[in-house]
């Protein structure tokens, strides 16, 4: 018979535990097939975190609506990337590996986004974006990557040729450094000069740039008829009041980012008539639109309106949770599925071309008005 | 010409900071790498004054911004550096580094990340027709202001002499009388004062974040090297040179271009020109 001494005993409880310790490592997260699992890895610190707030809310509302009318819960992770490549591949591994989500409501921006497509196509992660523009995505981000937002080379299209129409045929551009800012600047090159019009100045500006006299004064020499603003809402503000303070007379156009409340805030009276153009129908609001449009405001707000990633954040998720529900989580099947979809989304209607971006929708034509009482900027349509 | 001009205005908010990394580091013989958060410390304490605590008038919460931001160099002094005089420089260049990290994480957590406006009021003014904000007209008046009256106090006074003093052979001052800890608590007020004006004036441009400072301390820092550590008269010239450069470097070239050729100068003095431009020159005593 074994006698249990004092070492046996010891040797027991240590194999035990550290057993016990390898089952957890090894063990796969436990996945309850109840619920519609989404993840999205957004930007929530650092300088353009308002983008993420923004998204966060869409996300969040589409997450509620959802929860309340159905029995299938979606259960929403959200992290936070802070603008990093590298930490949103973190992030998203972490998504697979720790929660086992496979359906992926955006990674937010275009460099993040092409940094984790070999990701997302290895491990069969479905990523429905609706913030990312950058052109390289059409086609690069392969059989699970799609998105809602029309690419920039479609709203360079759209902006070249309202520049066109209203007579600019003199331009200049002006550009972020980064991948989004580059990408939006060749297609915006291409677009205009397709239409008839010449750049005469095209140059890059720090992320960072506080300094734009310089810019400014070249301008006043060359006299472009209009100045592209391929920048983020900081940058683009301080160049606003810099043109104010110097008087140039040129129109400045720009696209969705100029939604932000940094740009007004910062650029004050200098944001009035700056153009710019927003991938949203003009005309009377959908059923759909109506009906997010009442959601958004019972939850932030009578009387506040939407910001453009908001709206897209609410159609990815619902959009996501439907597919989820109707292939039962399956992403190589939803992918399939997304290929023919036809849906009537908040941000309007939503199909998708080989290359996976959303069939063009409308865009429309926005110009900012400050009104000198109040000290308040507001969004008009232009005429 | 508007590029010389502008590029004045640049150049006096770039010497303004690298004022304050000569005259710690003439006394103290270390780069403070705080220095470029004491200018967001600044902005941000002048916020608080008039968006918090409601006093009325900009120019009020200015000056006592600039105070507060005075007395808040001090105590970083007593409590990040004092400890640590008598031990390596590096102790305390790390010492500063972490500082800087310290007080970025908690204007990020105090005030979050998103751009703060400081005011609305920013007017301009047109000299022989050319606008400027009259911030920037301040700055270039009070720079050559503040030079003539701190080369002067080096000079006659007796906080002046005992800088150089300091500056020369920190060992003697002390044995000589001269409170060391007295005159170096006076420095770090003027140049943290002194960062505080830049971050205000920068923070009416560009609205307040916690990475503000960033930039201008690089600036700052390239200006330091160029003119030679601690050359207080080499870094007011130096500054204003630099921002011209830069200037330049952005309407011919790029905004890349022109953030490369503060680290290309560094690198181009430092090879040709080891202690700078502007070497100190101090007798022993």
């Known amino acids: 018979m074994v006698k249990f001494n004092k070492t046996l005993w010891i040797t027991i409880v240590v194999l035990f535990v550290v057993l016990f310790f390898i089952t957890i490592a090894f063990l796969k997260p436990f996945s309850d097939k109840s619920k519609i699992r989404i993840g999205s890895v957004l930007i929530l610190s650092g300088e353009y975190k308002s983008y993420g707030e923004y998204f966060q809310q869409g996300a969040l509302l589409a997450a509620e609506e959802m929860n309340s009318s159905q029995k299938q819960q979606i259960e929403l992770t959200i992290l936070d990337s802070e603008g990093s490549k590298e930490k949103a591949l973190e992030k998203l591994k972490a998504l697979k590996e720790q929660k086992n989500i496979h359906f992926v409501a955006d990674v937010m921006g275009t460099a993040m986004m092409r940094h984790v497509i070999p990701f997302i196509n290895e491990n069969k992660i479905l990523v429905l974006s609706g913030v990312n523009t950058g052109p390289e995505l059409s086609g690069e981000g392969g059989s699970f990557f799609f998105r809602i937002i029309p690419s920039d080379g479609i709203a360079s299209q759209q902006l070249s040729k309202w520049a066109i129409e209203s007579g600019f045929k003199k331009g200049a551009i002006l550009y972020a450094t980064d991948d989004w800012g580059q990408g939006l600047r060749k297609a915006l090159d291409k677009s205009y000069r397709d239409l008839g019009g010449e750049i005469i100045d095209s140059r890059d500006v720090e992320v960072n740039q506080t300094i734009f006299q310089p810019i400014v004064s070249l301008y006043k020499e060359t006299k472009p008829n209009v100045v592209f603003l391929v920048l983020y809402p900081k940058t683009a503000a301080l160049f606003l009041r810099e043109v104010k303070k110097q008087g140039l007379q040129t129109q400045i156009m720009g696209t969705d980012n100029f939604t932000a409340s940094e740009l007004p805030d910062i650029a004050r009276d200098a944001v009035d008539g700056v153009n710019f153009i927003i991938p949203q129908p003009a005309g009377e609001p959908t059923p759909q639109q109506k009906n997010f449009l009442e959601l958004y405001n019972l939850k932030y707000g009578i009387g506040k309106k939407p910001h453009i990633f908001t709206t897209m954040a609410y159609d990815c998720v619902k959009l996501l949770a439907k597919i989820y529900q109707e292939t039962q989580g399956d992403p190589e099947r939803a992918a399939k599925t997304l290929e023919m979809i036809q849906y009537e989304g908040a941000s309007g209607h939503i199909a998708f071309d080989k290359n996976h971006d959303v069939v063009v929708k409308d865009f429309s034509r926005k110009v900012y008005k400050y009104d000198k009482v109040s000290k308040k900027a507001s969004i008009l349509d232009a005429k | ?285």
């Open chain 2, 1 to 285: 010409m508007d590029n010389l001009i502008h590029g004045l205005t640049i150049g006096s908010i770039i010497a303004f900071v690298a004022f304050g990394y000569a005259l710690i580091y003439s006394i103290l013989r270390f780069i403070n790498f705080a220095h470029g958060e004491i200018i967001m410390v600044g902005a941000y304490i002048c916020y608080f004054l008039y968006h918090t605590l409601g006093i009325s008038s900009f120019f009020l919460s200015c000056f006592f911004a600039m105070l507060i931001t005075g007395m808040v160099g001090v105590g970083l002094e007593k409590i990040a550096f004092k400890p640590l005089r008598n031990r390596s420089r590096l102790s305390m260049l790390l010492s500063s580094l972490a500082v800087s990290l310290i007080l970025q994480s908690l204007a990020s957590l105090i005030f979050g990340t998103s751009p703060r406006i400081l005011t609305d009021f920013d007017p301009t003014i047109t000299v022989l027709s050319k606008t400027f904000y009259v911030r920037e007209i301040v700055v270039m008046i009070v720079l050559p202001f503040l030079a003539i009256a701190f080369f002067l106090s080096l000079k006659y006074t007796q906080i002046g002499l005992a800088i150089r003093a300091i500056a020369s052979n920190q060992a003697r001052a002390a044995h000589i009388g001269i409170p060391i800890n007295t005159i170096i608590s006076i420095s770090f007020f003027i140049a943290s004062s002194l960062a505080c004006l830049a971050g205000i004036a920068l923070g009416m441009e560009g609205g307040l974040t916690p990475s503000m400072g960033f930039k201008y301390s690089i600036w700052a820092f390239a200006v330091s090297v160029i003119a030679g550590l601690g050359s207080m008269k080499g870094v007011l010239i130096g500054g204003l040179l630099y921002g011209i450069l830069l200037n330049y470097a952005i309407a011919y070239g790029s905004g890349l271009f022109a953030d490369a050729l503060s680290l290309v100068a560094v690198a181009l003095i430092l090879l040709i020109r080891g202690k700078g431009f502007f070497q100190i020159k101090l007798r022993e005593f």
